[in-house]
């Protein structure tokens, strides 16, 4: 039996999101089709926004599925720069944001965009360099609420007293892919930014789902031209099962889930700490379901390969850059050569459970001993 | 019927003597294996050096002109119009086909070619007549016999007469298979595919040899080597691809021998496990992506110590006079670039030693050496192989 503990890369699809998930794909109707069909799947749909929409605590019409958190993030920030005059053209991001947010930048600097970044040593939001960054030219400002490898949770909400306070009217985009139900106030700090990008495969949801949250009075041009679905801003004809697998994952994520995923974690850091010459790259805000550790002496790429010989998954930094060499992340983080070497991040579920952390543990300390080597 | 065809001009097989059916024969099958990939069906004429193909309505005539790029041994690939042997119907097709032919073109020479010596224009009548029918389509243009710009080609051969603008430049070398087996020892990184390249373009046919070390290396960089040696089908047909674990060869160096000689030590298990391997095989070579002063190990003395290890095998090392830029832009060309780069840990960078000896001594590899059971090490390491066919 797999130990899975690459939570933060995807998640396997829990048995009741499976159920609602085969069953909602009973819903044969075309939601756009004025039928007795088209009406069961369009209220499906509609049911699956309803609830999403009060978990992100956002109104139903600002809540908009995606295929994914990456076209979410597409959507808002080309859109957005779209809407944007010309003399304002500078973007500020972290520097330690998601390809699916960078790419977009770096594209956008092609096309003149000044891009400013803001660095996020140690897990937090360099505030002093932000603010300098802000001016009436600043159109754009990205920051993730959770970082997809170190699980530091960035402080949103200093982030738009300070675009307010200097008043440049710069928008905010929050990539909130790992943050969404994996920490108690994200209600409150998702209502911080003007658009917002979720996924459902981090929740014991299926891949091909996700969302934008666009704050009413923000106007985005749309992403996808055809039928007018999504309110004219994502044509294409709607997920359903999708939507309502998304629907029941986020329900599930409930706060004793929560103190699960705590207790594994505490339970993995006890068992290092007592193993001894062990890195925790744990920023001082974080999230509980997100662990980065530097297991000294063990170059990443050996320990996992050594864990999953043992069916025992983990990863050494995000998957989405992982075919990409050392992680900036990581480097951004402050993280020096031996700790950046040994670096692994362990994604935790409350479907995971002690005894699997004592395996994991107890995997990573014998591939340590038998093959570590720096 | 579509009249549209590809004429194939043979290179160097041209020079052979008595033996040229062997290298015709070798350079068709290659041929038909590639069209195999392609919708349609094809027909294929050979003569005077040239192989025509025709598609038949099906026929992806751009996916197989550019499958027939791949093949060694073609000096280059034109598409063309087919027609019958006049001049009415040549000119008819010059006719039909006259904006590909010139294209924004202010100049042009017709370039008349008959093989068929029965044909009753001459070479440069036939060139006069057509070129006439071209100016009296596009009367801007005007004829420039030194430096058109494009060239309008009228071939008169035995069966069939054809017209086209000109080739593209083909793979060039030797018909693979034509100069026998080579074993390719293939790293993951940027040099090993193109020696592979290199020396298939020159007939061999490949069989690779992988060394992995797990658990420091890992199922991507497998899947990688993988990649990589598809690739290389693309242009020499299928490669059995073997891999050989050296974790315990790796592990005993570091333990016991001068960690500043480890790599070259490395390197001389990996010519022995090489050797064997291709012994057991047919292969009547090794090829490696070595490049001169490229790295520690591949210094001339560190070269001379590892090349002295096979007993029986030539190695060839065609990348040895190459800059890494021009093994970049080859690596490039052939696709093999994007996957060399992946940064996973392959054998030779699970152990780097700190400060590698670039002058070593054969003397003082044979008494590192003298502290190793190389033949127990060989032949459990030989235990550990496996072999997947790849295919392109």
């Known amino acids: ?50 609830t999403l929409a009060s978990l992100a605590g956002c109104k139903e019409e600002e809540f908009y599925f995606t295929a994914s958190g990456t076209e979410a993030n597409n959507t808002a920030i080309f859109g957005i720069m779209a809407r944007k005059a010309k003399q304002c053209r500078r973007v500020v991001l972290t520097d330690s944001e998601h390809p699916s947010v960078t790419e977009c930048v770096r594209a956008l600097e092609k096309n003149g965009a ?86 459902a495969h981090k ?74 010459n062990v890195g925790f790259n744990i920023p001082a805000e974080h999230i509980e379901g997100i662990l ?61 459970t002690v005894e699997e952390a004592d395996a994991l543990c107890d995997a990573l300390i014998r591939a340590r001993e038998r093959y570590g080597r720096i | 019927m579509r009249n549209d065809i590809l004429i194939l001009k043979y290179g160097e097989v041209v020079m052979k003597g008595l033996n040229r059916s062997y290298f015709d024969s070798l350079i068709i099958r290659r041929v038909k294996q590639l069209l195999a990939e392609c919708d349609g069906s094809f027909k294929l004429d050979y003569s005077q050096s040239t192989l025509m193909i025709q598609g038949d309505d099906d026929a992806d005539m751009e996916d197989a002109a550019e499958r027939m790029k791949r093949v060694f041994g073609i000096a280059a690939v034109c598409r063309a119009w087919q027609c019958e042997k006049s001049l009415e119907a040549i000119q008819a097709t010059v006719a039909e086909h006259i904006d590909e032919l010139i294209g924004d073109a202010k100049t042009f020479k017709c370039d008349g070619r008959r093989s068929d010596k029965s044909f009753p224009l001459t070479s440069p009548a036939l060139s006069a007549e057509v070129g006439g029918t071209v100016l009296s389509l596009k009367p801007y243009l005007k004829v420039d016999v030194k430096n058109p710009d494009v060239v309008v080609r009228l071939e008169v051969r035995d069966k069939y007469a054809a017209v086209h603008g000109g080739g593209e430049k083909g793979a060039g070398g030797m018909p693979v298979g034509s100069a026998g087996h080579g074993m390719l020892l293939l790293s993951g990184g940027i040099d090993s595919p193109v020696a592979g390249f290199l020396m298939a373009k020159r007939g061999l046919t490949l ?71 291709a012994l057991d095989v047919g292969a009547a070579a090794l090829i490696t992506g070595e490049s001169l002063g490229q790295v520690a190990s591949q210094t001339l003395m560190a070269l001379s110590i590892t090349n002295s290890v096979p007993e029986v095998l030539p190695v060839f090392r065609p990348c040895i006079a190459m800059d890494k830029e021009d093994i970049v832009q080859i690596s490039r060309q ?51 192989r496996r072999h997947k066919k790849i295919m392109g």
Do not use: W
């Not at chain 1, 892919?177 to 996924?199: E, I, Y």
């Not at chain 2, 690779?208 to 199922?219: I, K, N, R, V």
């Open chain 1, 114 to 199: 000044r891009v400013v970044l803001i660095p996020t040593k140690g897990g937090a939001v360099d505030m002093g360099t932000l603010e300098k960054a802000l001016s009436k030219k600043t159109a754009l400002v990205c920051v993730m609420a959770v970082n997809n490898e170190t699980g530091a949770l960035y402080d949103l909400k200093g982030v738009r007293s300070l675009i307010d306070k200097t008043g440049c009217g710069a928008h905010l985009h929050c990539d909130a892919v790992q943050a969404f139900m994996k920490t108690p106030g994200t209600k409150r700090l998702l209502r911080s930014a003007d658009t917002v990008a979720l996924s």
């Open chain 1, 1 to 50: 039996m797999a130990v899975y503990f690459d939570n933060a890369a995807t998640t396997p699809v829990s048995d009741g999101v499976k159920e609602a998930f085969i069953s909602a794909l009973s819903l044969y109707g075309n939601p756009s089709s004025l039928h007795g069909a088209g009406s069961a799947a369009r209220n499906a749909m509609e049911q699956a926004r309803h």
């Open chain 1, 292 to 352: 980065n550790i530097s297991l000294y002496g063990i170059k990443s790429e050996t320990a996992l390969n050594c864990l999953s010989t043992e069916g025992i998954y983990i990863s050494a930094s995000s998957a989405c850059s992982a075919r990409k060499g050392v992680s900036s992340v990581l480097t951004a983080y402050g993280l020096e050569r031996e700790g950046l070497l040994s670096a692994l991040r362990i994604g935790i579920s409350p479907y995971n």
């Open chain 2, 334 to 384: 052939i696709d093999t670039f994007e996957t060399s780069i992946l940064p996973y840990e392959d054998c030779c960078t699970v152990f780097v030693p700190k400060h590698p000896n670039t002058r070593p001594t054969m003397e003082r590899i044979l008494e590192e050496e003298a502290k190793l059971d190389i033949e127990g090490l060989c032949k459990r390491a030989f235990e550990t």
């Open chain 2, 207 to 277: 069989d690779a040899l992988y060394f992995d070390s797990p658990p420091y290396t890992g199922e991507a960089a497998m899947e990688k080597v993988e990649t990589l040696a598809k690739k290389l089908c693309a242009y020499c047909g299928r490669i059995f691809l073997h891999t050989i674990s050296l974790t315990e060869i790796q592990e005993t160096l570091m333990s016991v021998c001068d960690e500043r000689l480890f790599t070259v030590l490395l390197r001389r298990f990996m010519m022995r496990l090489a050797e064997m391997q």
């Open chain 1, 203 to 276: 929740l014991h949801a299926p891949r091909g789902i996700g969302a934008l949250i666009v704050k009413n009075g923000v106007s985005l041009p749309p992403y996808l031209y055809g039928g007018g679905q999504e309110r004219g801003m994502r044509s294409g004809t709607e997920n359903v099962a999708g939507a309502v697998a998304f629907a029941t994952a986020a329900s599930e994520y409930t706060e004793e889930k929560l103190a699960t995923v705590s207790a594994v974690r505490n339970r993995i850091i006890d068992n290092l700490q007592k193993a001894g």
